[in-house]
C-alpha cells in the first residue's frame, strides 16, 4: 500500500466492489493496521454499508482507554458490532491499530442516529506495546481529525489515579486538539468526551466521580504548555463533557445490559445552542450535536481520512482547514469528471453530427437541440451541485465555475454552429422561396408584385430564424443570445434581396426588350414593305397629302423606333418602381434597354436589307414604278409604246433607293441620327456585371474605334455595288418580259 504525501493518490471513490460482500465486513475494516497502513478499501466499506451517499448524515465515534478495559466489548453491546474481544483465557490484546463498523443496531426503533460509525482504538497503556507512545498520539490525531464524540472508557477504581495511564492519554488529547484546532479557531469544531466508567460499584455516586474527574482534566489542563495567547483558555473551550457509569458486566449481567441499552439510546441527535457549552450532564441527552461534525461530506471521508492519515504517519504538520481543501479540490474533481459522463452521452453526438456536416460541409439544423442543451446543462451543473456543494466553499465556487466553463465552452460551440446553420438554410430557403413566388406569379400571368414577395418572404425568414434561435436558447447562460447573428442574417437577406431584385430587373429588361422587338418587328417591317410600292417613290409627281416618301424612310423609322422605346421605357419604370428599384438601378435599367433596343432595330434592319429581302423589295418597287401607269392602273404594253423609255426611268427611280438605304441618317440634317446623344452616357451607378452582356456601339463606345458613321452604315460599298448589279439584272428581265408580252400580245 503506498502512503504517498497527498491526498490525490487513489481514486477510489465510488469505486463499488461489488464482489465485495457483507460477510466480508463482519467484524467491521481494519481501517489502520499495526504497521500503520491504512486501508484502501474503507471506501469499498463504506460503499457496502451504504454510507457513501449520506453526505452529512453520519457519524464518527471513538473509544479510547486502556487495554482491556472492556472497551470492544461494550461497543459490541452498544452498536451490535463484532469487534474482536479478549477471551477470558487468553488475556492477549486483541484490537490492533483501528478498526471500523457502522452500528448494527436497529436505529430507528432504537431512535439512534442514522449511520454511526464506531472506531474501536487499539488500547493505549499497551502491555504489548508499552514501548510505542508514537501509536497513541497518532491515533489520538487521526480520532480528533474524524470523530465527534470520544468516548474515554475507564474503570471506577481508576478514577482519581491521577497518575494514571488515563491521565497520559488525556494529556496527549488535550495537546493534538490544540495542535490540531486552535490555529484556525473559527473553524474550530467542539468534542465530547465522554466517560464511561466502568465496574462501577455505586457506593461513590457519579456525581462525585465526575467532579473528581472534572479537577483532575482542570489540573490537566493547566499543565499543557499553551500557544502564545492561549495561555488563559479553559479545557471547556474546546471540549464537553458526559459522563456515564456502568455496572459490573460479570458481577451484575442484567443490570449492565439495561444500562447499555439506555446508554445506547442516547446516540441520537440532539440540538443545543452552540454557543453553550459544557456539560451534558442528564443522563437522557443526546450525544450528537451539530457543532461536534467533522462536515466532511461522507463521499469524501475515505479520501479525507486516508490524507489525514498520510499527514500524520509521515509527521507533517496536520492542517485541517488545507486538508479540507485539498479534499474538497479532489472530490470536486472527481464528481466534475463524474457528472460530466452523462452530459458527454448527451452532447457529444450532437458535436459529431456538426463535425461531420462541417467536414461534407452540409449544415443540418438538429432539432431539439436547444431541449437536449437545457436539460444537460441544468442536469450536469445539478449533479455537480448536488454532490459538490457540501465541501469547502471556495473550491467549490471555483470548481462549479471551472464546470461551467467547459460545459458553456461546448455549448456555446453547439448553439453557434446551429445559428450558422440557420443563416445559411434561412438565406437559401429566402431566395427560393422568391424565385418560386416569382415564377408563380409569371405563370399565372398576372403581374406579381416582387417587392411585396420580398418582402413577406424576408418577413418569413426572419421569423424562422428567430423561432430557431429562441429554441436554443441556454437558460441561464449570459452568452445565449443571438442579436448579431440576427444582424448579420438580416444584412444578408438584405444583400440577397438586392440580388434578387437585380435579377428581376433583367427579367423585367428581357420582357420589356422582347415587347420592343415584337413592336419593331411589325412597325418596321411594315415601313420597309413600303418600299414594294413605287407610287410613294420618287417618282411620283409633287403634290399635297402625298403618302409618305421613301426618301423620309429614316425619318420614320427613327420616329417609330424612339416613340416605341420610350413607350417601353415608361413601361420598365413603372414596373421597376413597384418592387422599390433605385432611381440608379432604374437609370441604368433604362440606358442598358435603349442599347439594347438599338441592337434590336439594328438587326431589324439588317434583316430587312438582307440580300434576298431586299432585292426583292426593289424589285417590287421597280415593277410597281415600271408595269403600272401614274393612276394605278397595270399597263398593257403595245410594240409601240416606249417600254424602253419607261423602264429607264422606272429603273432609275429606284436605283436612287439604293444610296438611300445605304445610310441610316435623317432627310432634314442629312445626318444620322442623333444615337449617342439619344443613348447617353452611361449612368455613373454602372456595375461591370450591367455592361457585360452589351454590344458595342459605334460612335457611342468610342473606344471601339467605330464611328457613328459606319454604326449608322447600312450596306457597304461593296454590297451596295454588288445589289446594284443583281437589281439592274432583275430589271432586266423584267423588261425582256415586258418586250416579249408586247410582242406576244400582237402576235395573238
Ligand atoms: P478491550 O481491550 O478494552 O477492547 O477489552 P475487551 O472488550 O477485549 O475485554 C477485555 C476483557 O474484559 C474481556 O475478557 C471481557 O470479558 C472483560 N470485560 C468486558 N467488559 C467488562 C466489564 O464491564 N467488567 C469487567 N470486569 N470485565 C469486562
Ligand atoms: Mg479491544
Known amino acids: 500500500h503506498p502512503s504517498a504525501p497527498s491526498l490525490m493518490m487513489n481514486a477510489h471513490f465510488a469505486s463499488v466492489g ?38 452529512f448524515n453520519y457519524h464518527v465515534i471513538s473509544v479510547f482507554g486502556s ?25 492477549r490484546q486483541t484490537t490492533k ?32 506495546r508499552g514501548e510505542d507512545q508514537d501509536f497513541e498520539r497518532k491515533s489520538a490525531l487521526f480520532a480528533l481529525a474524524t470523530s465527534e464524540v470520544l468516548i474515554v472508557n475507564i474503570w471506577e477504581h481508576q478514577v482519581g489515579l491521577y497518575q494514571g495511564a488515563n491521565m497520559g492519554l488525556l494529556k496527549t488529547v488535550f495537546e493534538v486538539n490544540l495542535q490540531l484546532f486552535v490555529k484556525d479557531s473559527k473553524t474550530m469544531p467542539r468534542s ?26 482542570s489540573k490537566l489542563w493547566s499543565t499543557i504548555s499553551k500557544p502564545a495567547g492561549l495561555e488563559n483558555s479553559r479545557i471547556e ?61 461522507a463521499d469524501g471521508f475515505p479520501v479525507y481520512a486516508e490524507g489525514i492519515w498520510d499527514q500524520i504517519v509521515n509527521n507533517k504538520d496536520l492542517d485541517l482547514p488545507t486538508q479540507q481543501e485539498l479534499l474538497a479540490q479532489f472530490r470536486c474533481d472527481e464528481i466534475s469528471r463524474e457528472v460530466l459522463i452523462a452530459f458527454d452521452e448527451k452532447v457529444t453526438p450532437l458535436e459529431d453530427t456538426q463535425a461531420e456536416d462541417a467536414r461534407s460541409g452540409k449544415s443540418s439544423i438538429i432539432p431539439e437541440l436547444g431541449a437536449i ?64 413566388a416569382v415564377k408563380g406569379g409569371q405563370k399565372k400571368g398576372a403581374s406579381y408584385d416582387f417587392a411585396q414577395i420580398v418582402e413577406s418572404e424576408k418577413q418569413n425568414a426572419l421569423s424562422k430564424f428567430e423561432k430557431e434561435a429562441q429554441a436554443i436558447l441556454v437558460e441561464g447562460a449570459a452568452w445565449s443570445t443571438y442579436k448579431q447573428e440576427l444582424n448579420l442574417y438580416q444584412k444578408e437577406l438584405d444583400q440577397v434581396s438586392s440580388r434578387l431584385r437585380r435579377e428581376e430587373m433583367r427579367r423585367l429588361a428581357t420582357r420589356v426588350e422582347r415587347w420592343v422587338r415584337s413592336r419593331l418587328d411589325e412597325s418596321i417591317g411594315l415601313e420597309f414593305n413600303k418600299l414594294g410600292s413605287g407610287r410613294g417613290g420618287s417618282g411620283a409627281p409633287e403634290h399635297g397629302d402625298r403618302p409618305p416618301s421613301e426618301k423620309d424612310l429614316w425619318d420614320r423609322v427613327w420616329t417609330i423606333f424612339t416613340a416605341t422605346v420610350e413607350d417601353a421605357e415608361k413601361r420598365f419604370t413603372d414596373r421597376a418602381r413597384s418592387f422599390d428599384a433605385s432611381p440608379e438601378e432604374v437609370e441604368v435599367g433604362l440606358w442598358r434597354l435603349r ?89 455613373a451607378s454602372v456595375s461591370p456585371a450591367d455592361e457585360e452582356d452589351l454590344t458595342p456601339i459605334g460612335g457611342v463606345d468610342d473606344e471601339e474605334g467605330k464611328s457613328l458613321e459606319e454604326e449608322m452604315t447600312i450596306l457597304s460599298d461593296t454590297k451596295q455595288a454588288d445589289l446594284l448589279i443583281r437589281f439592274k439584272k432583275t430589271a432586266d428581265g423584267v423588261y425582256v418580259e415586258a418586250k416579249r408580252s408586247a410582242i406576244g400580245g400582237m402576235t395573238q
Open 97 to 128: 491499530g483501528i478498526w471500523m463498523s457502522k452500528n448494527k443496531r436497529e436505529e430507528a426503533s432504537r431512535g439512534m442516529a442514522e449511520n454511526i460509525l464506531v472506531m474501536d482504538v487499539e488500547g493505549t497503556d499497551g502491555r504489548e
Open 67 to 91: 487495554q482491556s478495559t472492556g472497551k470492544s466489548t461494550l461497543l459490541n453491546y452498544l452498536f451490535g458490532t463484532q469487534f474482536g474481544v479478549m477471551s477470558e483465557q487468553e488475556r
Open 373 to 436: 442543451m437545457n436539460a444537460a446543462r441544468t442536469k450536469v451543473l445539478k449533479d455537480f451541485e448536488t454532490n459538490a456543494s457540501r465541501y469547502h466553499k471556495g473550491v467549490y465556487a471555483r470548481k462549479k465555475a471551472e464546470l461551467e466553463g467547459k460545459v458553456d465552452t461546448r455549448l456555446k460551440a453547439l448553439f453557434q454552429k446551429q445559428l450558422s446553420a440557420a443563416h445559411k438554410s434561412g438565406v437559401e430557403a429566402f431566395s427560393n422561396a422568391v424565385s418560386a
Open 237 to 297: 473551550d474546546y471540549f464537553d463533557f458526559a459522563f456515564v457509569a456502568l455496572p459490573h458486566k460479570i458481577l451484575q449481567p442484567e443490570k449492565f445490559e439495561q444500562e447499555v441499552d439506555k446508554l445506547g439510546r442516547r446516540f441520537k441527535e440532539g440540538y443545543t445552542d452552540p454557543k453553550k457549552s459544557g456539560l451534558l450532564d442528564e443522563a437522557s441527552l443526546p450525544i450528537f450535536l451539530p457543532q461536534y461534525h467533522r462536515r466532511i461530506p
Open 192 to 217: 465530547l468526551l465522554f466517560f464511561v466508567i466502568r465496574d462501577h460499584l455505586g457506593t461513590t455516586p457519579l456525581t462525585n466521580l465526575q467532579n473528581t474527574l472534572i479537577q483532575d482534566l
Open 595 to 683: 442599347r439594347k433596343s438599338w441592337g434590336v432595330l439594328r438587326a431589324k434592319i439588317e434583316e430587312e436589307v438582307m440580300e434576298g429581302n431586299i432585292l426583292l423589295k426593289l424589285r417590287e418597287n421597280f415593277e410597281d414604278k415600271f408595269r403600272y401607269d401614274e393612276l394605278g392602273v397595270p399597263r398593257i404594253w403595245r410594240p409601240t409604246d416606249d417600254i424602253e423609255g419607261q423602264y429607264t426611268k422606272a429603273r432609275e427611280s429606284t436605283i436612287t433607293l439604293i444610296p438611300l438605304l445605304c445610310r441610316f441618317k435623317l432627310s432634314k440634317t442629312s445626318a444620322p441620327p442623333p444615337l449617342d446623344a439619344w443613348i447617353g452616357d452611361a449612368p
Open 18 to 55: 461489488e464482489d465485495a460482500s457483507t460477510e466480508e465486513y463482519e467484524h467491521g475494516i481494519q481501517v489502520i493496521d499495526e504497521d500503520k497502513l491504512f486501508n484502501g478499501n474503507l471506501s469499498t466499506y463504506l460503499n457496502v454499508e451504504k454510507i457513501i451517499p449520506a453526505g
